[in-house]
């Protein structure tokens, strides 16, 4: 296939997945149908998250996109490179978590062995088929299956830190990308308004918090006054009506006041003086700085644990040598086709391969 055809396709799938949201769609009901399946079996999966995540591969599905982002690669000839197998463990924490990686495996010319995630196992393969329907010759290049084997020439696997370590080991023979636990940060100085601040709720609330780059902790200025926080994201109120979030926030609640620990909350979020990048759902972790330059060395440490930071422009100046990607409020959960997870360059990764002999 040459790579025009290709690109062509992904676009004529974007345009399907437009049409869509758009109520366009000829085979609407199909579509609500798939969305309702996904739902049903993962509940962390509601329509409107799934909406979401279809919204967001609009950024990518456009032609003059897809054709920018590949010009970075000018060793890709789909035509000339013999395919490789690819194995892909694919997320599920959030809607198509792993489709990133099945357009970098399908565009660099290879062949895809994906293992769905019982969390999200419809909708990949759903827009894998409106593919094939758009492009036939893509069929022999995907493939979905239930286990991984050893006669792949490459795999790139999403997962805890406790899987990583699995998947280490059992892929230490081959080639191989294995991700861990990231979350995003926010870093604020005091001089956010409120639209900034409610905007900041949509990094932390946007899949409710499940996402490797949703904001799960922030720092702030020594004595930092929480108020206006708190009035800025009760717009995101209405996120402790899904049981399961709601669960989520109960149990942590329950588990500090237990424990003696001190926390704040507004009825939705336990706010939380914790060291950790990481933190539950329905918690965001805090901790407060002295200095934004200490502060800098002190996210070095932690690098490896971080996927993006939310900052203004007056603080990322401060931060220059952080070598982490710095993103908007509102904007963590709109990467672009180069903002690869881990910082890690996928595509450069396969188009490096060579065949296992």
């Known amino acids: 296939m040459q790579l025009d055809d290709a690109i062509d396709s992904f676009h004529s799938l974007g345009e399907e997945i437009r049409n869509f949201l758009e109520g366009k769609a000829n085979e609407q009901v199909e579509w609500e149908r798939i969305l309702l399946l996904a739902e049903q079996e993962n509940p962390w999966f509601t329509k409107e998250n799934i909406i979401q995540a279809l919204r967001g591969l609009l950024l990518w599905l456009d032609r003059d996109v897809l054709n920018k982002w590949l010009s970075a690669y000018p060793q890709l000839n789909m035509e000339s490179t013999k395919p490789l197998t690819i194995g892909v463990v694919m997320a599920g924490n959030i809607p198509l978590a792993g489709f990133h ?77 294995i991700r861990r636990n990231r979350n995003g940060i926010a870093i604020l100085d005091s001089s956010e308004t409120n639209q900034n601040l409610t905007t900041l709720g949509k990094d932390i609330f946007s899949y409710f918090g499940l996402g490797c780059r949703n904001v799960s902790k922030i720092y702030v200025p020594a004595g930092y006054n929480f108020d206006t926080f708190f009035r800025s994201i009760e717009s995101y109120k209405n996120v402790i009506n899904h049981n399961k979030y709601h669960s989520n926030y109960v149990y942590n609640r329950t588990i500090y006041l237990m424990d003696g620990k001190k926390f ?25 700085y002295h200095d934004i330059k200490k502060l800098g060395k002190q996210l070095l440490e932690i690098k490896e644990q971080i996927q993006c930071i939310v900052a203004s422009t007056n603080i990322q100046k401060n931060l220059v040598n952080i070598e982490l990607p710095f993103v908007g409020a509102g904007e963590t959960q709109s990467p672009a086709l180069s903002d690869y997870a881990d910082g890690v360059d996928v595509m450069e990764f396969l188009l490096e391969l060579v065949p296992i002999k």
């Open 101 to 177: 990686d099945f357009v970098c495996v399908l565009l660099s010319g290879n062949i895809l062995h994906a293992k769905l995630s019982h969390s999200d196992a419809r909708l990949l393969p759903f827009l894998a088929n409106k593919l094939i329907e758009i492009e036939s010759d893509w069929k022999d290049k995907i493939e979905f299956v239930e286990r991984l084997n050893s006669t792949l020439n490459a795999v790139i696997a999403t997962g805890s830190n406790n899987t990583a370590r699995h998947f280490e080991y059992y892929f230490r023979n081959i080639p191989h990308i």
């Open 264 to 288: 704040t909350d507004n009825g939705f979020l336990a706010v939380i003086n914790n060291t950790a990048p990481c933190s539950p759902i329905a918690v965001l972790n805090f901790e407060e």
